[in-house]
């Protein structure tokens, strides 16, 4: 089965930064983007940026700028690098794996079960 596990979330002071972290499972045979999402308590989840296996980016306008995300020394690993973070960054950031575990299945989502990110003075 494929897992998708994410790490480095905690408290920050606003200003500061963090680094995130995604490993998924080496099943997945084919990845098309890995990204990050995120969900404040009571708003829905938005997305925040991904990465193609070219290495293209893309960011969501709120974090353009502040956050960078960039693929692992690792094959299927991805980092989200979060500076000038503010507080209404907080939130749980989940990682999300586009690919596929088989040349015969196509392409699906696979997502991690979130790191709590918190920003508060």
């Known amino acids: 089965q494929v897992q998708v596990v994410e790490s480095g979330g905690g408290l920050v002071q606003p200003g500061g930064s963090l680094r995130l972290s995604c490993a998924a499972s080496v099943n997945i045979i084919r990845i098309n983007v890995m990204g990050w999402y995120r969900q404040a308590p009571g708003k829905q989840r938005e997305f925040v940026a991904d990465?193609?296996?070219?290495?293209?980016?893309n960011y969501a306008d709120s974090v353009k700028g502040r956050f960078s995300i960039s693929r692992g020394n690792a094959k299927s690993t991805v980092n989200l690098q979060m500076n000038s973070l503010k507080s209404e960054d907080t939130a749980v950031y989940y990682c999300?794996?586009?690919?596929?575990?088989?040349?015969?299945?196509?392409?699906?989502?696979?997502w991690g079960q979130g790191t709590q990110v918190t920003v508060s003075s």
């Open positions: 999300n794996v586009n690919g596929r575990t088989s040349m015969v299945l196509k392409d699906l989502d696979y």
């Open positions: 990465i193609t296996t070219s290495g293209r980016t």
